[in-house]
């Protein structure tokens, strides 16, 4: 899969911790995958905005559900995609339609809409000329709401995978009152602003920027939000997961299993991800 052979290639050249770790777990980052099972797929729609946030022109990708169109009221999902992706590839073998028509258990999720953009390589934080999480609150969402997706009393949920998923977990402390549940899948969470500019130095500009935007110490901006957080024993951005897990209000989903940063982990759990969103979205 494209999203692991990124992963993996970051790793290589150092924008990712644990090249040693990788080169020692090449038998331990296989993961069982189940097939993915899809209802009759809802349309697509895909476009570019100007975004006065990130100083660009950015694209996205709507997917509805099954026997759902454009103009209908609906919860909305927020998709952000990893280090070196865009909106075209924030998912793990799927495309957003497919995505919102995953079946579990044998029956459909609840109906949602689901949209990527894109974000740059900021890690969805605030770089001078470049503010993706501005562009999601104050562009992004309220675009979509003027289409009834994610308009209350319909909620907003935001998911990622690697930078995603810290993006997520970040988007969901920074405006609790906006996002009502939040799903990460191997978010690239780091402990120190050390460890994050030895590892990637255009992740956060200087250590008052990184303690702004720590994901660990923030956490409990998510006490009464629903959350999953999923992460392999082989990923070298564990460690700080570990850390983001202790630091979660109670009530918290943790899952902790093995596998690795790649595209076989990111795409084992997302059907639970997206699952767990569509359960408190619609509730």
Not at 170 to 181: Q, R, S, V, Y
Request: charged share 10%; proline share 10%.
């Amino acid at each position: 899969m494209v999203v692991g052979a990124v992963g993996i290639e970051l790793v290589n050249r150092g924008l990712l911790p644990g090249k040693q770790q990788l080169d020692q777990l090449d038998g331990e980052c296989s993961v069982s995958l189940a097939p993915f099972t899809f209802s009759a797929l809802g349309p697509t729609v895909s476009g570019r905005f100007f975004s006065a946030a990130r100083n660009r022109s950015v694209g996205y990708t709507i997917g509805y559900p099954p026997a759902h169109g454009p103009g209908e009221p609906l919860p909305l999902v927020v998709m952000l995609h990893g280090f070196g992706g865009d909106h075209t590839d924030a998912l793990a073998g799927m495309s957003p339609a497919q995505a919102v028509a995953l079946t579990s258990g044998g029956r459909p999720i609840p109906p949602m809409a689901l949209v990527t953009v894109d974000g740059g390589g900021g890690y969805w934080n605030p770089h001078p000329g470049d503010d993706p999480m501005a562009m999601l609150v104050n562009e992004l969402i309220p675009m979509l709401r003027t289409t009834g997706l994610g308009q209350p009393p319909h909620k907003i949920g935001t998911m990622g995978t690697s930078m995603g998923g810290y993006g997520a977990i970040l988007m969901a402390e920074k405006h609790p009152h906006l996002i009502d549940a939040v799903a990460a899948i191997s978010p690239a969470v780091w402990t120190s602003y050390e460890e994050a500019r030895s590892a990637n130095a255009g992740a956060y500009s200087s250590p008052a920027h990184f303690a702004d935007n720590d994901a660990v110490s923030h956490a409990g901006a998510l006490a009464g939000i629903p959350v999953r957080v999923a992460s392999g024993n082989g990923d070298p951005f564990h460690p700080g997961v570990e850390a983001l897990a202790r630091a979660l209000p109670a009530g918290a989903t943790v899952n902790f299993s093995p596998g690795c940063h790649n595209g076989s982990f990111f795409a084992q759990q997302e059907p639970p991800s997206l699952a767990f969103l569509a359960h408190h979205l619609s509730a």
